[in-house]
């Protein structure tokens, strides 16, 4: 887990006057080869995949807006060529920031429907920033030699999340759906649910050969080997913590009791022990 990636995390999540206030000059784009034609960029926010090929290009989420350009140029280096296509997997800003941009480039947004309506709802929201093509459960988008399919398995990290499956190089993208090493941030605010997230990890496993290559929404370039710890961790201490609440025991109880010495650096990033035992409790006692 990348410290930065983390800032920009909690930033996104802090009020838009923080947000506005951050400087962004600094922030390099690194370009990781993820396998054949697939890439993955690091900058400020969630990581992004990008397909380059004779189709053109596609990025799956695109951070925050002040890096467009930079996420632009690096994209352009990796394959000069139209952006043709921009994948959201799902709403928060660290992930759409960008949306702006290229749609005003004339890049087809898509995403799972309940991205648009969230997206829509925002305020200072610009049309050009919205999904064009939307989706309940699942849409492919044919391009650069494979199919990239986008599947919602249901409320999870939000109620809007997509999985992105590049078939043909083996790679997926999860998004927000796997913050790898760490607890996850589960948004019960936008719909997410973490039981729901669970359901969708383990999903995502059935599906995935076992040499695939995953990008995580957070964190560094990931085995399926990371993801089965994730999961683990996620049943492990979701199951400590509604045991505790079935017993009758309190929140500050449960978090007096802490969590499995095993998962302390899970416990390092931006959601913290004491946070991630709270969104199991408020997720399980949610009426
Ligand atoms: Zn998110």
Not at 9 to 22: G, H, W
Not at 28 to 49: D, R, T
Not at 137 to 154: C, M, P, R, T, Y
Not at 215 to 239: C, W, Y
Request: net charge neutral; charged share 20%; no cysteine.
């Amino acid at each position: 887990m990348k410290a930065h990636s983390l800032l920009a995390l909690s930033l996104a999540l802090a009020t838009p006057t923080t947000f506005a206030q951050r400087n962004f000059d600094s922030v390099e784009i690194k370009v990781i080869p993820v396998a054949k034609n697939i890439y993955m960029l690091e900058g400020s926010g969630g990581n992004i995949g990008v397909s380059v090929g004779t189709d053109g290009n596609l990025i799956v989420d695109d951070q925050f807006a002040p890096l467009a350009e930079k996420i632009d140029a690096a994209v352009q280096k990796l394959n000069p060529g139209k952006l043709k296509f921009v994948l959201n997997t799902h709403h928060h800003g660290d992930h759409t920031g960008g949306n702006a941009a290229f749609g005003a480039k004339d890049a087809t947004i898509v995403a799972q429907s309940n991205v648009r309506k969230r997206l829509f709802a925002e305020a200072n929201s610009k049309k050009e920033a919205l999904p064009v093509i939307t989706f309940d459960q699942s849409a492919s988008v044919h391009f650069n030699g494979e199919e990239i399919k986008l599947l919602h398995q249901g409320p999870g990290h939000t109620d809007g999340d997509s999985i992105i499956f590049f078939t043909g190089a083996n790679v997926v993208h999860m998004g927000d759906q796997f913050f790898n090493g760490a607890f996850p941030f589960v948004d019960l605010n936008s719909g997410g649910s973490v039981d729901g997230y669970i359901k969708t990890v383990s999903a995502v496993l059935e599906k995935t050969p076992a040499d695939a290559k995953i990008i995580p929404g957070h964190g560094q370039l990931a085995s399926v080997e990371d993801l089965k710890n994730f999961r683990a961790m996620l049943v492990e201490t979701s199951d400590i913590v509604k045991k505790g609440v079935a017993a009758g025991k309190s929140l500050a109880d449960l978090k007096a009791a802490g969590l499995p010495e095993k998962y302390k650096d899970f416990g390092t990033g931006f959601i913290k022990t004491d946070r991630w035992i709270e969104t199991i409790y408020n997720s399980a006692t949610k009426k």
